[in-house]
């Protein structure tokens, strides 16, 4: 048989039948290698093992999965580890993603599966080191593999039969058929493409979550092909520092791939945030009140969350106040605060404001309007917004309220956490009567909802007032 010889680039992988200082694709120098390729001597029609089947015919298999105890983990791709399926979970670096899969390697291992953790990131000891401060007491049934061979990784899958298999990480395994350098888009793709392998196979299904790391343009590293080959990508955001996380997947095959699950960095690892509503709010007694506080309802993904949006305002003398938002893009703030000095009659030229949400959490809806701005009402008036109350609409540049989507999925959300009054944009209920408990309020413009407060602008405060009157 007869051995042909080609070159291959070894960072995009594009290949020449003769050596080229400089690749036509990439624009890389010296980056080709010689490698041999054999030609295929059997027909495809001697190799095929499978046979095409009618769509009715074909078993779905949407029970089969490895639930976790994990909540959060298990909303986010769409209820649990499907067995036969492929995900790359990707973060910036001090993000929590092994402290992740440790945890989850020993919910599922508790579960009665083996698992299999292969890092070339990190020796056996460090691995025990993580596990001993954020697990309870390992589990027998959790294999550590430290090597960067992906070759001896699928021997030890063999050897081992594991029900789950994680990678940590993808960038850092290599296989001895390819000469290329770890991380290199060959050797990425082709390792992956061989855990695909063992993930599809029909007699033996697995389940394999592969580290993929992760750019300075907060990409995945590598071929976009990597995303394209894998069933589900999860991404893992969160700033070194904070204890906030949130995941969320931007490809799920067998889910939303809008749903984002929230958790908390602690000492003890990634905690589940079961109910959201709860953390991004202020528990407080029963009638304490603080001024600059109100409350909104915001969606990720299918599930909607209460939200508390919190203001200071303070006297500037200096010509230029200051306008921070921790939450929110300082155009929209400012947006925010010109529609409050021309529609809501109240003079803000000579206020430093900061906005801030407890918890981190960054708005991104329209439907926090409402909120932002009665927070900063409530704060120049230094009159506090009884905690009983939230407001769920966008306001316009007219004065107007606007209707926000999903509002019936808000409101339930509002009155299963018990409270009592909502604020929202006319003709936006369709029947307001199924809530015993809520009393919805439905006004037409943000003037409306600061008189329905008692927070009437005081006629020496603002010139507005002033000019409506002589006319």
């Known amino acids: 048989m007869k051995i042909k010889v080609i070159y291959r680039c070894s960072n995009c992988g594009s290949e020449s039948p003769r050596w080229l200082g400089k690749c036509p694709k990439c ?12 030609p295929k001597t059997m027909s495809s029609q001697s190799k095929r093992k499978t046979y095409p089947k009618k769509l009715s015919d074909v078993l779905a298999g949407n029970s089969d999965r490895i639930v976790t105890s994990i909540s959060e983990f298990n909303r986010v791709l769409g209820g649990g580890i499907v067995k036969d399926s492929i995900i ?49 007491e390992s589990k027998s049934d959790i294999w550590i593999y430290s090597d960067t061979s992906m070759n001896h990784v699928l021997a030890s899958i063999e050897e081992l039969d594991p029900d789950l298999i994680i990678i940590d990480s993808i960038q850092t395994f290599t296989l001895d058929e390819h000469n290329s350098r770890p991380g290199s888009p060959i050797q990425t793709m082709e390792c992956a493409s061989e855990l695909l392998k063992v993930a599809k ?39 070194n520092g904070e204890e906030l996380r949130g995941a969320w997947c931007s490809k799920n095959r067998f889910g939303s791939t809008g749903e984002i699950g929230f958790f908390s960095m602690t000492e003890q690892g990634m905690l589940s945030i079961d109910n959201p509503s709860e953390f991004f709010m202020t528990q407080r007694g029963q009638g304490q009140t603080v001024s600059g506080s109100a409350l909104a309802v915001i969606k990720e993904g299918t599930r909607p969350i209460i939200v508390e949006v919190e203001s200071l305002v303070s006297k500037s003398f200096t ?14 703030l400012n947006t925010l605060i010109s529609i409050l000095e021309q529609r809501g009659k109240i003079n803000l030229y000579d206020k ?23 927070c900063i009402v409530s704060s120049v008036k230094d009159k506090a917004i009884p905690n009983d109350i939230v407001f769920v609409a966008d306001v316009g ?12 999925a808000r409101i339930r959300e509002i009155d299963r956490m018990g409270f009592k009054r909502v604020y929202v944009a006319k003709n936006t209920v369709r029947d307001a009567s199924r809530f015993k408990n809520l009393k919805i309020v439905e006004l037409n413009t943000l003037y409306d909802v600061i008189m329905d407060l008692n927070m009437k602008p005081a006629k020496a405060d603002n010139e507005f ?3 409506e009157e002589l006319n």
């Open 201 to 239: 196979n029909s007699k033996r299904p697995r389940a394999v979550i592969m580290v993929g790391q992760m750019t300075k343009d907060d990409e995945i590293a590598g071929l976009r092909a990597l995303e394209h080959l894998v069933d589900a990508v999860l991404i893992l955001n969160g700033e």
């Open 352 to 374: 430093n404001i900061v906005i801030k949400t407890t918890g981190g959490l960054q708005l991104r809806e329209q439907s926090v309007s409402l909120a932002i701005i009665m």
């Open 397 to 408: 540049l007219t004065g107007e309220l606007k209707k926000v989507p999903s509002i019936e």
């Open 319 to 332: 010509p230029y106040p200051s306008r921070i938002a921790e939450c929110l893009r300082r155009d929209q």
């Open 88 to 136: 790359i979970l990707t973060a910036r670096p001090g993000a929590g993603k092994s402290t992740l899969l440790l945890q989850v390697a020993d919910d599922v291992a508790s579960k009665g599966y083996k698992v299999l953790y292969a890092s070339a990131e990190e020796s056996d000891s460090q691995i025990k080191n993580r596990s001993d401060r954020i697990l309870k």
């Open 465 to 467: 007032h002033i000019i």
């Open 27 to 38: 624009e890389e120098w010296n980056t080709f290698e010689e490698s041999e390729s054999q």
